[in-house]
C-alpha cells in the first residue's frame, strides 16, 4: 500500500469517497459537495483543508483521510482534527485504516502537534472498536455543538452593541 498527497486530479475520486462514506453513515442526502468545491477548498493556494489518499499494491484508491489543523488552547501548540477517515468495504480489515491513522499521527508529532482528534458515531461499535484498539479514548464528558442552516445565518447576520 501506499500513502499520498491528494492531487487536483483526485477530486472527482475524492467526491466520490465522499459519497460512499454518507451512504455508510446512513445520511447519503447530506453528501453534497461538489469537484469544483473540493478542487477549491483543498487544491486552492491558501488551501486549509487535506487530503491523504491511500491506493492498494495495484494503484487502486482504497480509501483516505481528510483533515485539518485546530488549536489547543492549554497545549498552546497545534492539533490534528480528522474529519474523515474511510476505507472502502473490499479493503477494510487489511491494515488500511490503521496505515492511514499512523501515518496522521506520525505527522503530528513530526510537527510538534499536541493531540489526533475526531467524532465517531456512536452506533459504529467497528469503528469505536478499532479506535479504542489503538489507544484512541473517548471524550464522553464533552457534548458537540453545532450551529448550521437557519440558526448560524440567525446568529451571523445578528448585530449586538460595540459591533461595527
Known sequence: MKIRAAVPGDAATMVRLIRELARYEKAPLQAKA???????????KDAKVF????????GAVAGFAVWFLNFSTWQGVHGMYLEDLF??????????????????????????????????????????????????VAMDKWTVY???????????????????
Not at 34 to 44: G, L
Not at 93 to 105: E, F, I
Not at 146 to 164: E, Y
Request: charged share 25%; with cysteine; net charge positive.
Open 51 to 58: 487530503c491523504d489518499i491511500i491506493e492498494a499494491e495495484d
Open 146 to 164: 453545532r450551529l448550521s442552516g437557519v440558526a448560524l445565518k440567525r446568529l451571523g447576520g445578528a448585530r449586538f452593541r460595540g459591533q461595527s
Open 87 to 136: 476505507v472502502k468495504p473490499a479493503y477494510r480489515g487489511r491494515g488500511y485504516g490503521k496505515a492511514l491513522l499512523n501515518h496522521l499521527a506520525r505527522k503530528c508529532v513530526v510537527n510538534g502537534y499536541g493531540r489526533l482528534q475526531w467524532w465517531v458515531l456512536d452506533w459504529n461499535r467497528p469503528a469505536i472498536e478499532f479506535y479504542q484498539a489503538m489507544g484512541a
Open 34 to 44: 461538489t469537484v469544483v468545491q473540493v478542487s477549491r477548498a483543498f487544491f486552492s
